[in-house]
């Protein structure tokens, strides 16, 4: 009902969000997928089955036990920055986002209950029992919003039945306070709230109306920082926790006086706390940091603590559920571990992993239509983007990753993937200052078995000097697979798949072919023609046009002044063209049948790429520190679609990746989308898409249907039982006839009477009863039709035994698909020979029930 | 300010002994404090921290307990005596035989009838405190095991008593034990030692505090004799403790040389009443040894131990910011001059508890440690005290140094102790202070000395730490514990122009922030307007015809000047020259050719000579 309202919001609402974004039609920027998911606390629901964290612009509802991410909460237009459980509903969660909305949700159903529009972006969230329909949030100080300077408000929810709703009116509790959410925490009951910021702890009580300030000094004598990272309270005791920048904790306690306040000290993490949490009972203090390790203090025994090390990466957040059975620790690798009573690691929400920077373009795997990008030090990750998961992470380097700064380790630059996914080359690289430059080129065959890619050949120094640029001959037909690669040191090398001479039973591996240079050139960027029948390399303003048979030199090309900077044929109708763009801000397009330049344009290209489904061209072009896209056809003056300012600063890698179902989207500015999707990076590491209007649609219509379906996570089974359920409660009702559909079935509360009255030694087998019984749940397309015909017929086709074969057959048909439910009613007449009359034709009769409901179900 | 030679004197291997035991009158705002040898200071807190009197200890008489009684000082030891100590002639008064061994603690009730003293034989003893004496009144049930620590209860009804394994409770007035409270061992290897309950305090609601081997403190429920709680501080020993005037806060130390503090708080903030419970609070590290004595005064917690020294921590939610008392003190050296310095001559006399050194001149006789010395400026005498007598010897060094020993007047052998002593500048008299604040002035002649005159003096308001005559102007000038500085004319009798404008301005805020006294006042015999004095961290030479430092000027002046031109620099210079590059001085004193003989005690060779640490803190450990 409120979806246009939504929408309409929505996109209202990115125009201010973007710097200065214009609206393009229906194509919208949005994250989708690969956001990050350690950005804030998780939240862990009241059972413990569910965990909630702010992801991009939604929340995502993941299981517990399973890992999975079971819905999105979508709604927000803006980046979430908390989920907060209801204190006074635990089915229902709070969540804020910058876009200047705090949301209320059913989130085991994924319905949007209530927005409140704050009216200015909310950093964080927080609430207590004992502050009944009041939210705290942190906004910045009023009056200039651009201010790093925050406060504390509290918001009055109004009551009110409306869906939307203002509630503008904030009354500020502290001012000044820190932005980061773990700084702020309420104290025992809700009776206080603490924060801290910089050197200044603050502790507010809401029943005398009074603050009290404690400071530290700006260092202590060993050069430690004194300053606050986090804050927890202890649930039942007036304690505060408070973390610190050298490492200390700290436990403050009579805070309610100005001088008389004490503090004790616990020390064991070397670098700055990130994260404090009380369990829900107050007997053990968890704390975690840049060590990766999870130290539990027992609450006043704080020399005896327990750790649980080798988390992975650092940690961000600690959650624990509210009955303590579970923990959660987010990591600043992007993923949510879920530990079991603090000693055994259940689960591990991974999501794309994002370093400083991605060296490797992104590349989409063509076998698993998975993201395939730098992850973890060392690996190839491969990031399902459908599924929004990480698949598996690819370890390249195979060495021990040691932290330490400053220490200088291999590193995968460059990756390439064949044609048809089966052979994937890598390039690893170490630079140390003394040393010389250390290069693998690595090949990995894709193993079947398996279902992973295993090492065939390690080329060490492939080349004197960097490799610049790599790619697969994309061959159609099933030829000889070669890998080109150039290099600083002038050459450019062909790369063969050999047998090896003696026969050993080794397989095949890779060996160089052919060797190429140009006039001493350096090479730079390399790419084949779509058929394969073609290689352009450039060496700085000269393109070479090669042919991979003959390796024979067949023409350059030359636009001086600049080096070129991407190389990229045109595909399909348009692959007679080459396009390059140059240094010198210059996009050029030359036609190779005639030898010459077809057209060029003045512009700053930062990054040129082909569509490999289409002819479409994307180009991202640097312009007053936004980025721009430009898609064409090369073959055509006109670009079919242009996005001003799709991000701030420069997009150096993007991706199109292949779409598992074809858009069929006829509007003209969106229908280089419907074939694949475009992903870019942005300079944040941000990985940003392109969605039409009817994607939206989709998407919003998707997450309606799944309000009216039961819980996901109920089994078919209990679905089963409850369905059956229903229909006696029908039945006991007569008048409830309204659902016509769901018509009473009397033979099977019979069968289960049956089964229930006759005494067990007279009983026949358990495997004749039980299909019986599960058949007498079944709802008969006789029974289904019997609202539009009479009864009366069903037991006419009972009197006659001829016509109930003769059906019976059409039924064998019917229900060829549920193979198994056939089978086992025709065992179940063998294994039970000595049947009454009447038990055989009640079989009968059950067998002409429809099973193709069933069989659905189990298809499905 | 004039270049000097400077001897850099590095080999007095002085070492401060080890401190065993420590009391604090809150009354008076004295701390008593015993070392290892035996020797009992009394600090002033009152004063700065000064550190007003030294009893010199004596060979076989080490003190394991110190006890006030109003203002008597009492003291225990593992020779199972019992002492009563003169503070006014600085020598014990009296000596009692406890008859049961090794003392190991000795013990006050608050009504300041009885003391209480804890045998080595088992045995509790009850001793009467009559006017000059003490008087022993009945034995507690007898112990199997020895008595290590014992605490009364504020009412004087019970006593707690920490044993080998066991805490026993006696009623005073029958003497019956009431409480066997059982003490957990240490876990692992230490488990088959007995567990030794260091130290105990009874507290008035009835809880009792013990400190034990195992590194436990624990709080046990004195009338049910229940164990309340355990905190485990550390894997070594918990030797001392100290509870506040209030009982709200608790100080533990251990042989780590940390300070485990525990408060006495409640749960929740808003009700204030119930629900009180000992939180442990701050941890405070300040020693590199065990801690074996502990104070906690009204607004800081004191401690000494193995590292010799006296650290004063104040609590800074008991101060105010920014006060004398918010700094910590370390006290490391006496605050008295152990060297003596033959100016003419250029010798030098080191004095050591139980020797002097002048390349090695001579040793005490007798079992007594020696208070105070001086060599006279000509070298040719020689002068020292132990608590019982003084000797007078005479030198002569030609190019080996003989030593006669004077037979003394009669009047000399009157002084029976003496706290100072002092040659005058041309060696015809020695001075020495004696009891009853009177000054014995001695004429040396060549061989005889002759008693001259006593001088008596008026007792001023903060102790002076360091007393000097100028030898041209006869002006006294006496440099005091609150860093104040007086200039006094012997000839008019009052104080001179400088010294009233000196009060008048008032001294430079850092100048008066200094922690350690000035230990000595001398002049320049080139430049009669130059003051040197010294403390332990710098030395100042003050010239009188400079202008005095307004409170905005900048005190260390020094390296900024060096940097101005000359106009500059006068404009600039006040009267105040500091030189700090000097560290733990232990004397400084400038010859008659304007050498500077510096007499250096580096820390850090002081702490090289005491036994490894149990445990030193190494990172990620």
Redesign the interface.
């Known amino acids: 009902m409120s979806a246009g309202k939504q929408q309409g919001q929505r996109s209202e609402v990115k125009v201010n969000a973007g710097d200065n974004m214009v609206e393009h039609g229906d194509i919208r920027v949005v994250h989708r997928g690969g956001s990050k998911i350690d950005f804030r606390q998780p939240v862990i629901t009241n059972d413990s089955r569910f965990l909630l964290c702010a992801s991009g612009e939604c929340v995502k509802v993941f299981s517990t036990s399973t890992e999975e991410c079971i819905h999105d909460l979508q709604g927000h237009t803006d980046l979430v920055t908390g989920v907060l459980l209801r204190p006074s509903n635990h089915l229902q969660v709070y969540s804020c986002s910058i876009d200047g909305t705090v949301r209320l949700w059913d989130f085991t159903d994924g319905i949007l209950i209530k927005t409140y529009v704050i009216g200015c972006p909310v950093y964080s969230i927080y609430a207590s029992a004992n502050h009944e329909g009041v939210i705290f949030i942190v906004v910045p100080m009023l009056g200039d919003k651009r201010s790093e300077l925050f406060q504390l408000v509290a918001v009055h929810l109004p009551q009110s039945g409306d869906q939307l709703v203002e509630s503008r009116e904030l009354s500020a509790v502290l001012s000044n306070v820190s932005s980061n959410p773990a700084d702020i925490a309420f104290g025992?009951g809700g009776?206080y709230i603490a924060s801290a910021k910089g050197l200044q702890l603050k502790v507010f009580f809401f029943?005398k109306q009074k603050s009290y300030e404690f400071s530290l000094k700006e260092d202590n004598k060993k050069g430690g920082l004194n300053t606050f990272t986090c804050v927890a309270c202890h649930p039942?005791?007036?304690?505060i926790a408070t973390g610190h920048g050298d490492g200390k904790i700290r436990?403050w306690?009579?805070?309610?006086h100005k001088?008389?306040?004490?503090?004790?000290?616990l020390h064991w993490h070397?670098n700055a706390v990130s994260s404090l949490c009380f369990t829900p009972e107050g007997t053990n203090l968890l704390s975690g940091g840049v060590e990766s390790v999870l130290v539990q203090w027992r609450y006043?025994?704080?020399?005896?603590r327990d750790f649980l090390p080798r988390l992975g990466a650092a940690i961000t957040h600690i959650a624990v559920s509210p009955d303590g059975a579970l923990f959660c620790t987010s990591h600043s690798d992007n993923k949510i571990t879920i530990i079991q009573s603090c000693v055994k690691v259940s689960a591990v929400i991974q999501g794309l992993v994002k370093g400083e920077s991605v060296q490797t373009d992104l590349i989409v795997d063509p076998r698993s239509k998975a993201l395939v990008l730098n992850g973890k030090p060392g690996h190839l990750q491969f990031y399902s983007l459908q599924r929004d998961k990480l698949l598996y992470n690819l370890d390249i380097v195979q060495q021990e990753y040691i932290h330490e700064l400053g220490l200088e380790q291999f590193e995968v630059v460059k990756a390439a993937f064949d044609a048809s996914g089966t052979w994937l080359a890598t390039v690893e690289e170490r630079k140390q200052k003394s040393a010389e430059l250390e290069v693998n080129l690595k090949l990995w065959a894709f193993d079947e078995q398996t279902q992973s890619f295993v090492l065939n050949t390690t080329i060490s120094a492939p080349h004197e000097a960097r490799i610049t640029a790599m790619c697969f001959r994309q061959a159609t037909d099933s030829q000889t697979t070669m890998l080109v690669s150039t290099s600083k040191d002038g050459h450019f090398k062909a790369w063969q798949l050999a047998t090896p001479a003696h026969t050993e039973d080794e397989g095949p591996s890779w060996s160089c072919d052919f060797v190429g240079t140009y006039h001493g050139l350096v090479p730079e960027c390399c790419c084949f023609s779509a058929d394969s029948s073609l290689l352009a390399v450039s060496f700085q303003e000269v393109v070479t046009v090669w042919s991979p048979t003959s390796w024979e030199l067949l023409t350059t090309l030359s636009q001086p002044p600049g080096a070129i900077r991407d190389l990229c044929f045109g595909r399909l109708s348009c692959s007679k063209y080459l396009l390059g763009t140059t240094a010198k801000n210059l996009l050029c397009c030359w036609n190779l049948l005639t030898c010459s330049l077809e057209w060029s344009t003045s512009m700053d290209i930062s990054l040129l790429l082909a569509d490999p489904l289409s002819e479409n061209m994307a180009a991202f072009c640097c312009q007053a520190g936004c980025t721009d896209l430009f898609v064409f056809k090369p073959s055509e003056p006109r670009p079919l679609f242009s996005h001003k300012a799709v991000c701030s600063g420069t997009v150096t890698r993007a991706v199109f990746a292949p779409r598992e179902k074809m858009l069929d989207s006829c509007e003209e500015n969106s229908q280089w989308l419907n074939r694949s999707q475009l992903h870019f990076l942005t300079q944040y590491m941000d990985l940003m898409t392109f969605t039409t209007k009817a994607e939206d649609d989709r998407l919003m219509a998707s997450s309606k249907q799944l309000v009216i379906d039961d819980s996901v996570a109920m089994t078919p089974f209990y679905l089963l039982l409850g369905k059956h359920r229903h229909q006696q409660q029908e039945n006991q009702d007569p008048m409830s006839s309204l659902s016509a559909e769901r018509t009473p079935l009397p033979q099977s509360s019979v069968a289960i009477k049956e089964l229930l009255q006759t005494p067990a030694h007279v009983l026949p087998s358990t495997s004749f009863l039980c299909s019986m019984f599960v058949q007498s749940l079944l709802i008969s397309v006789t029974d289904l039709s019997g609202c539009r015909e009479n009864n009366k017929k069903a037991e006419e086709e009972m009197e006659s035994e001829k016509e109930e074969e003769d059906s019976e057959q059409e039924m064998e048909s019917s229900i060829v698909r549920s193979e198994q439910a056939a089978v086992s009613v025709q065992s179940a007449e063998c294994a039970a020979p000595a049947l009454t009359k009447a038990q055989v034709r009640e079989l009968r009769r059950l067998k002409k029930l429809d099973h193709s409901w069933l069989a659905g179900l189990l298809d499905s | 300010m004039g270049e000097f030679k400077v001897h850099r004197v590095r080999f007095f291997d002085y070492m401060p002994s080890a401190i065993r035991a420590m009391a604090f009158n809150s009354r008076t705002e004295r701390l008593a404090v015993a070392r290892a040898d035996g020797a009992v200071e009394i600090f002033n807190f009152s004063d700065n921290y000064y550190q007003e009197k030294v009893i010199p200890g004596r060979d076989g008489r080490a003190v394991e307990a110190l006890c006030w009684v109003g203002q008597r000082l009492f003291s225990a030891g593992l020779n199972g005596e019992i002492t009563e100590y003169d503070l006014e002639n600085l020598k014990p008064q009296y000596v009692i035989e406890a008859y049961g061994g090794p003392i190991w603690t000795i013990s006050c009730n608050n009504q300041g009838t009885h003391l209480a003293v804890s045998c080595e034989d088992g045995t509790v003893k009850l001793f009467e405190i009559l006017k000059e004496k003490i008087q022993f009144q009945r034995n507690l049930d007898r112990q199997k095991s020895r008595i290590i620590s014992l605490s009364w209860h504020p009412s004087g009804a019970q006593i707690a008593a920490g044993m080998m394994d066991m805490i026993r409770i006696f009623d005073t007035e029958t003497g019956r034990a009431t409480h066997r409270l059982l003490v957990e061992r240490g876990v692992g290897a230490s488990k088959s030692r007995e567990v030794v309950v260091w130290s105990i305090a009874f507290l008035s609601n009835n809880t009792i505090v013990s400190g034990d081997s195992a590194g436990k403190v624990q709080i046990w429920d004195g009338l049910m004799g229940t164990l309340v709680r355990t905190?485990?501080?550390t894997k070594w020993d918990v030797l001392a403790l100290a509870v506040s005037q209030d009982e709200s806060s608790l100080i533990a130390g251990t042989s780590e040389g940390t300070i485990v503090q525990f408060?006495f708080?409640?749960?929740?903030?808003?009700r204030q009443d119930r629900d009180h419970e000992w939180?442990?609070?701050?941890?405070f590290k300040n020693h590199s040894h065990d801690v074996k004595a502990l104070a906690l005064t009204d607004t800081a917690v004191v401690s000494g131990g193995m590292d010799t020294q006296l650290v004063v921590h104040p609590l800074l939610?008991?101060v105010e910011k920014n006060t004398q008392e918010a700094a910590q003190r370390k006290i490391a050296f006496p605050h008295r001059s152990l060297v003596g310095c033959a100016k003419k001559a250029g010798l030098l006399l080191f004095q050591f508890p139980d020797h002097l050194e002048l390349w090695r001149l001579g040793e005490s006789d007798g079992n007594d440690h020696i208070c105070c010395s001086a060599l006279s400026p000509c070298g040719g005498w020689l002068v020292y005290s132990t608590v019982s007598s003084v000797r007078l010897y005479k030198l002569q060094h030609n190019n080996n140094i003989s030593v006669n020993k004077v037979r003394p007047q009669q009047r000399i052998i009157q002084l029976r102790s003496v706290h100072q002593l002092c040659f005058s500048a041309d060696s015809s008299k020695l001075f020495a202070s004696s009891s009853q604040s009177s000054v014995v002035v001695v004429a040396l002649n060549q061989l005889e000395c002759k008693y001259l005159q006593t001088l008596r003096h008026k007792s001023g308001h903060s102790c002076p730490t360091a007393v000097a005559i100028h030898p041209t102007t006869n002006n006294l000038i006496s440099v005091h514990a609150d860093q104040q500085i007086f200039e006094f004319s012997l000839q008019q009798k009052e104080y001179t122009e400088w010294s009233r404008k000196l009060q008048k301005q008032g001294l430079h805020g850092l100048w008066l922030k200094r922690d350690t006294p000035v230990t000595s006042v001398g002049f320049n015999p080139k430049n009669p307007t130059h003051i040197i004095l010294n403390d332990t961290f710098m030395f100042c030479i003050i010239d009188q015809s400079l202008p005095l430092p307004e409170s905005s000027t900048i005190l260390y002046n020094q390296m900024t000047l060096r940097s101005l031109p000359a106009p500059e620099r006068t404009r600039q210079s006040h009267a105040f020259k500091i030189c700090k590059n000097f560290q733990h001085v232990l004397s400084m004193s400038l010859l008659d050719d304007l050498s500077l003989v510096v007499v250096e005690r580096p820390l850090l060779d002081v702490m090289a000579q005491l036994p490894p640490p149990v445990r030193q803190k190494k990172?990620?450990t």
């Open positions: 025992r009776e029943k039942k005791d007036d304690c436990l306690r009579n805070f309610n001088k008389e306040y004490t503090y004790s000290t070397h006043n025994q704080e020399s005896q | 905190h485990l501080v408060q708080l409640s749960s929740t903030v808003d939180v442990r609070t701050r941890t939610d008991k990172f990620a």
